[in-house]
């Protein structure tokens, strides 16, 4: 039954006993004048456009008292009944709301109370936050390109988000990709009038595309290396010289860059280690690198007859393929899907070999998260500790703890902890370093750089 247009007792008596109006002036009133009169309870009926906007009212004060009681008691029992009252009060009051025409709706208290319990909105995932003394370490970031400098190139921006998913992870694939990109940007571009090349290029095209990228992701040690060369490149080139000529100096110079730096130092490097593995040997290595694992197909096609323990890491478990890759080549591989049989693994094994994202100046080693703990125990055991690293992952500063310089794992951040993505083995856990330029000890870092500023 519908309440509208029912009117209180001796409402129609009194129309009634009014003079009637003239037939003439009847027909010159609005037809809704019986909408305009007194209704239930004296009344005025409002308009739709009035009900509509005292409706939204109502949800939105609804909506304020049920967020306001969820953040003063969020999980309380009694504090969600207490909610569920207030939202009831809140809830348009019954007995006046105009939607009801007026007058109370029969479990119209109920059904107000039960909006006031329900969510009224999704709460917000909260940021895992970095305790103050861990501030200095950095993370990769996933940041949208509609937010980038409109300066950033279309390749850079692919590039980025690349290296912010770590689709694009080792220290030298992100490099040789940076420095193809950059290339590309060399190749399309074209000096302003009244600027020259060597001026212009490096600080209003070159510097706002490393911004993104170390925006993106911590620019690693050989990136770093390789963006002070290319720059001390550009800065030789004569400010009389064409656009054209100095574009293809420059884009010589970053091809001939990755073959000798990359290309040609992985393949001595690959051969040099392959020819450390001898017969019967049994090589423990951890997780995947790419240089590991073509120094070990290396061995095999050389003809050597050896095992391969392959630990994996418990948090990527990136050795899976590599372990099926190695079996497919004729290797027998024990895989191990974490480091708690370390030791037992270690026993069997008689040499280690693992890959370097980076070498400090003071000869300690700069890899994924794990290798210390395998260096140490393999140290302990009296196994060799086998370092593969290109002299382009060489840097002059200092480390002794894994602290000072490293990378949180952005997937496994919480506000309870995080992950760290590499660590430092010191130098005293490390056998042999095995770069283009031959093998060495681990102190023997200072000496390399010395000569490779010589080159």
Not at 276 to 298: G, M, P
Not at 424 to 438: A, C, H, N, P, Q
Request: net charge neutral; hydrophobic share 40%.
């Amino acid at each position: 039954m519908t309440t509208e247009g029912v009117q209180p007792a001796g409402a129609g008596d009194s129309a009634a006993g009014k003079d009637q109006e003239p037939q003439g002036q009847a027909k010159t009133q609005p037809k809704d004048q019986a909408a305009q009169g007194d209704v239930a309870g004296g009344e005025k009926k409002l308009s739709n456009a009035e009900l509509k906007k005292k409706k939204q009212e109502e949800k939105a004060a609804r909506r304020a008292q049920a967020k306001a009681t969820q953040i003063a008691q969020p999980a309380s029992g009694s504090s969600g009944a207490q909610g569920s009252a207030d939202g009831a009060k809140a809830a348009g009051k019954g007995k006046g709301n105009p939607k009801q025409g007026g007058l109370p709706v029969p479990g119209g208290h109920h059904r107000s109370a039960s909006r006031g319990v329900l969510p009224s909105m999704v709460k917000e995932v909260a940021k895992p936050t970095i305790p103050e003394c861990f501030s200095h370490l950095s993370m990769a970031k996933r940041i949208a390109m509609t937010q980038a400098d409109k300066d950033v190139n279309p390749v850079v921006l692919a590039l980025g988000q690349q290296m912010s998913t770590f689709a694009i992870s080792d220290s030298t694939s992100r490099l040789e990709a940076t420095l193809l990109a950059f290339k590309k940007i060399i190749d399309a571009y074209t000096t302003p009038h009244s600027n020259t090349f060597s001026r212009h290029f490096t600080s209003h095209v070159l510097n706002p595309q490393i911004e993104y990228l170390t925006a993106c992701r911590p620019m690693c040690f050989s990136m770093g290396n390789a963006i002070r060369w290319l720059k001390l490149q550009i800065s030789k080139i004569d400010i009389d010289l064409p656009d054209a000529a100095a574009k293809k100096i420059l884009c010589q110079s970053i091809d001939n860059f990755i073959y000798e730096r990359i290309v040609l130092a992985d393949f001595v490097i690959v051969k040099t280690a392959a020819d450390l593995i001898s017969h019967d040997e049994v090589v423990l290595t951890y997780a995947h690198h790419k240089l590991v694992e073509r120094a070990l197909l290396q061995a095999k096609a050389d003809g050597k007859r050896f095992k391969v323990i392959l630990a994996d890491d418990p948090f990527e478990r990136v050795g899976i393929e590599h372990a099926k890759r190695l079996a497919a080549a004729g290797i027998p591989v024990t895989y191990a899907s974490d480091l708690g049989a370390l030791r037992t693994n270690l026993q069997e094994a008689t040499i280690v070999f693992a890959a370097a994202e980076a070498m400090f100046s003071n000869g300690s080693m700069y890899a994924r998260a794990g290798t210390c703990d395998i260096a140490t125990v393999a140290t302990d055991l009296g196994v060799r500790v086998v370092a593969l690293s290109e002299t382009i992952n060489f840097t002059e500063r200092v480390s002794i703890d894994s602290l000072t310089y490293n990378e949180i794992d952005p997937e496994r951040s919480t506000d309870e902890g995080f992950r760290l993505l590499f660590d430092t083995t010191r130098d005293k856990f490390i056998s042999v370093v095995v770069t283009e330029l031959g093998n060495s000890s681990a102190m023997a870092v200072p000496a390399i750089l010395r000569k490779l500023e010589e080159l």
